[in-house]
């Protein structure tokens, strides 16, 4: 193989690793923003942020105990109505709007984040539509001592 050949061959090579791939910092910090900002956005009731992160296919389910378990479901549009009344804030002091990722994990155009909130955990699913993220799934559920189980 000649010279010129073999340069050509070492930078492509350069170019094709240097690209986003599946769990690289760059997704990762790109998920994760999302994930905060979704975060924020209901502690403070800022539907334009909320919005900015959501897919407007979104549903969120949340999972009820009373007594017997259920499973809940609320669309995007609701959870921007919801947001814009004011999200959390009126019901989660400032000084507890905490937020912690416990889980993460990427493919090419999906991924997943597993949060802990101040009084419940979410289980966010993600998909990267012309170059942005967008949460399209959401699960959640109370932590236990908010239930009186602890």
Same mark, same amino acid.
């Given at each position: 193989?000649?010279?010129?050949?073999?340069?050509?061959?070492?930078?492509?090579?350069?170019?094709?690793?240097? %690209?986003?791939?599946?769990?690289?910092?760059?997704?990762?910090?790109?998920?994760?923003?999302?994930?905060?900002?979704?975060?924020?956005?209901?502690?403070?009731?800022?539907?334009?942020?909320?919005?900015?992160?959501? &897919?407007?296919?979104?549903?969120?389910?949340?999972?009820?105990?009373?007594?017997?378990?259920?499973?809940?479901?609320?669309?995007?549009?609701?959870?921007?109505?919801?947001? %814009? %009344?004011? =999200?959390?804030?009126?019901?989660?002091?400032?000084?507890?709007?905490?937020?912690?990722?416990?889980?993460?994990?990427? =493919?090419?155009?999906?991924?997943?984040?597993?949060?802990?909130?101040?009084?419940?955990?979410?289980?966010? &699913?993600?998909?990267?539509?012309? =170059?942005?993220?967008?949460?399209?799934?959401?699960?959640?559920?109370? &932590?236990?001592?908010?239930?009186?189980?602890?």
């Amino acid at each position: 193989m000649n010279f010129a050949l073999k340069t050509i061959l070492v930078l492509l090579t350069i170019v094709c690793s240097s %690209a986003a791939s599946p769990g690289s910092t760059e997704v990762q910090s790109a998920v994760q923003k999302v994930a905060r900002d979704y975060i924020y956005s209901w502690y403070t009731g800022d539907a334009r942020l909320m919005e900015a992160t959501i &897919h407007p296919s979104l549903v969120k389910r949340s999972v009820l105990v009373n007594p017997s378990v259920t499973l809940a479901e609320e669309s995007a549009q609701e959870l921007l109505r919801k947001t %814009a %009344a004011g =999200g959390a804030s009126r019901r989660v002091a400032v000084e507890e709007r905490t937020f912690e990722i416990l889980d993460f994990s990427a =493919g090419r155009s999906i991924a997943q984040v597993r949060i802990r909130a101040a009084r419940w955990d979410e289980l966010l &699913h993600l998909v990267q539509l012309n =170059g942005e993220w967008k949460i399209v799934n959401v699960l959640w559920e109370m &932590h236990s001592k908010e239930l009186g189980d602890e």
